[in-house]
């Protein structure tokens, strides 16, 4: 069964960082593209970024791009985004997601290309 985990959400004052996690099992993370969204109240998701967890290729959001990273540890089926810089507007539920493929392009940041969803982990950056 595939299965995501996402953890590592917390409150955090502007200028801060986070570290999130999603934790991959029951599928080869190298065979996947695996990405980043989020959601505030009362906005629909929007997409963070996607790695293709083969070669690195990475995309982000004009939003995050200079201030989040992703990164991913095959041995350990695990995608990280590293957020630094925070801003009240990352505020959101992060949620990470899988589609198998190592393709990666703008449409990446497409929430429909995605087949396999977490849970979501909050986020809340405080001014």
């Known amino acids: 069964e595939v299965q995501l985990q996402a953890f590592g959400g917390g409150l955090v004052q502007t200028g801060g960082y986070l570290r999130l996690s999603c934790a991959a099992s029951?599928?080869?993370?190298?065979?996947?593209?695996i990405g980043w969204f989020r959601q505030a109240p009362g906005k629909e998701r929007e997409g963070v970024s996607c790695m293709s967890s083969k070669d690195g290729t990475t995309v982000y959001a004009d939003s995050v791009k200079g201030r989040f990273t992703m990164s991913t540890d095959n041995d350990k089926n695990t995608v990280y985004l590293q957020m630094n810089s925070l801003k009240p507007e990352d505020t959101a539920v992060y949620y990470c997601?899988?589609?198998?493929?190592?393709?990666?392009?703008?449409?990446?940041?497409?929430?429909?290309?995605?087949?396999?969803w977490g849970q979501g982990t909050l986020v809340t950056v405080s001014s």
């Open positions: 029951g599928f080869n993370l190298a065979d996947y593209a």
């Open positions: 997601a899988a589609y198998y493929g190592n393709y990666i392009g703008p449409y990446s940041l497409d929430a429909d290309e995605y087949r396999y």
